[in-house]
């Protein structure tokens, strides 16, 4: 019996996009993901933790999967409507590298996107209550992210949240559309 349970939020990392194309090849990712060798599927089963996985490819904290990076297919928007587990023991959030590599072109500010990863982070704390964990986690294809990750884990924590972590992941971009795989 697994008594600890985490939820996971996040990008086509956390879905799985490329996990097991060792080639690198771009060409069709989804015929190469796999959500079960995921970094949230191996931390888990390492932890021995039953959990719950809600990622999109191409999806941010504000920018959405389009091209241009507009739209509301984003994270901020659609977390009110996910199903959540408010019972999870932990939450892990591993967004950014969209956001980083689109805000500008969606027209948002350095600032908005710090702003929309804040008010994700308080929406979740909301939902889960003080006393469940909740971790940011970056770093698996870039770090640009980090400063709006850690924006908004120091708001948080100078709000007086100190159940807020952000954790730097190991890089591996050798999957599929330079996306880290299994290994």
């Not at 690198?24 to 990712?29: A, E, L, M, Q, S």
């Not at 980083?100 to 027209?107: D, E, I, P, V």
């Amino acid at each position: 019996q697994k008594e600890t349970y985490i939820d996971f939020y996040g990008d086509s990392i956390t879905a799985g996009w490329g996990t097991t194309n060792y080639s690198g090849n771009p060409v069709d990712p989804y015929v190469y993901m796999d959500g079960s060798v995921t970094y949230a599927a191996v931390a888990s089963k390492i932890l021995n933790a039953n959990f719950g996985s809600f990622g999109y490819a191409g999806w941010g904290g504000i920018v959405s999967g389009a091209n241009d990076g507009k739209g509301d297919r984003n994270m901020t928007t659609i977390y009110p409507n996910l199903p959540k587990n408010t019972n999870a023991n932990y939450v892990v959030i591993n967004l950014g590298t969209n956001d980083a590599g689109k805000y500008q072109l969606a027209g948002l500010t350095e600032q908005q996107v710090k702003d929309a990863y804040l008010s994700y982070a308080q929406n979740i704390r909301k939902d889960y209550g003080a006393n469940t964990p909740i971790i940011f986690a970056y770093g698996m294809m870039t770090d640009a992210a980090n400063g709006f990750i850690e924006y908004a884990v120091n708001e948080m924590k100078a709000l007086g949240d100190n159940n807020i972590y952000s954790v730097r992941l190991p890089k591996g971009v050798s999957g599929g559309a330079a996306h880290p795989n299994v290994e």
